[in-house]
């Protein structure tokens, strides 16, 4: 008898030649060589910390007695510290301010800066400014501005506004800090919302103005749907970069005044560089990895499909 039909029709299965696959193998290796330093130097400096800080959370470091094997002990004392908790809700407080003041201005800039028909290359470049300046010179500057009789006070005196304490007033300190970053940093997140925007066809604005589409209309029913996965994908990654935040709230206030604002980053700082306690810094520092972690699956789920 013959075979049956299911036999018939079944492929045979193919295995690949040893000889291709030493050629296939042959043609990528100067590819492998080239991004290998890459990779050793993503390995040395990025996942040997992190495996090395799991260890060192479970251990009293002591670089003369010996590193000392104790739990969970690390674990415990800082999260019954409550100045953890003050610099989880400061964080917190930071994120929620950086979001409400300074998440939209990029996008503003972005959408503003390519409707212009001229003066657009400066724009660019007159937006992206704030950025590159050092960060000593930008400390210094501001705080001269934030100063009781700074331009920013003296221009509030001019509209009979008593002078403001932004520094030292723990009511306006943290949101002093956000204003000073959103001028410094909005240039760069500009740049990746303006390529964003600038890689949109333009039929589809010449059709909508066509179709008697307004500025409004156009950036509503076109700029924004074409542009909301890279709006997620920045919202994410913004919220991941201030809950690391520490080096402004460290250089203008060392987190005060009265740890208005200690972050969790610069506590983490305090107890490794001022406790001297690495074993509960290294603690502090995997809690934050792991919220980060889940975090970043989170934005990769939201996102698979697109990226």
């Not at 296939?24 to 990779?39: D, E, N, Q, T, V």
């Not at 520094?167 to 760069?188: A, C, L, N, P």
Request: no cysteine; aromatic share 16%.
């Amino acid at each position: 008898m013959g075979e049956p039909a299911t036999a018939m029709l079944k492929p045979e299965a193919k295995s690949e030649p040893a000889g291709r696959r030493t050629s296939r193998w042959k043609k990528h290796l100067w590819g492998y060589l080239f991004i290998l330093p890459a990779i050793v130097i993503f390995i040395l400096f990025l996942w040997v910390p992190i495996i090395k800080g799991a260890v060192y959370s479970f251990f009293t470091i002591d670089f003369v007695k010996g590193n000392t094997f104790v739990g969970f002990d690390n674990y415990a004392r800082v999260l019954h510290d409550p100045d953890v908790w003050t610099a989880v809700k400061n964080t917190l407080y930071y994120m929620f301010l950086t979001v409400i003041i300074g998440f939209w201005v990029p996008i503003v800039a972005s959408i503003a800066i390519s409707e212009l028909r001229f003066f657009q290359g400066f724009a660019r470049i007159a937006a992206y400014l704030p950025f590159v300046v050092p960060g000593v010179v930008l400390y210094g500057m501001w705080r001269w501005m934030y100063d009781p009789v700074g331009p920013i006070n003296g221009l509030l005196s001019s509209f009979g506004v008593e002078p403001v304490s932004f520094i030292s007033d723990g009511r306006w300190s943290m949101i002093s800090i956000v204003f000073m970053e959103t001028w410094q940093q909005f240039g760069s997140a500009m740049l990746i919302y303006l390529a964003g925007v600038l890689s949109i066809p333009r039929d589809w604005y010449e059709a909508a103005e066509i179709d008697g589409a307004g500025v409004w209309n156009r950036i509503r029913y076109i700029t924004i749907p074409s542009i909301r996965n890279l709006i997620v994908l920045m919202f994410i990654l913004q919220i991941i970069g201030t809950s690391q935040a520490y080096q402004s709230q460290l250089a203008l206030l060392d987190g005060g005044p009265n740890n208005t604002t200690l972050t969790y980053a610069l506590l983490i700082v305090k107890y490794a560089f001022n406790q001297l306690d690495y074993g509960s810094a290294t603690a502090l520092g995997m809690l934050m990895f792991i919220v980060l972690s889940l975090l970043g699956l989170l934005q990769f789920k939201m996102n698979k499909e697109d990226y």
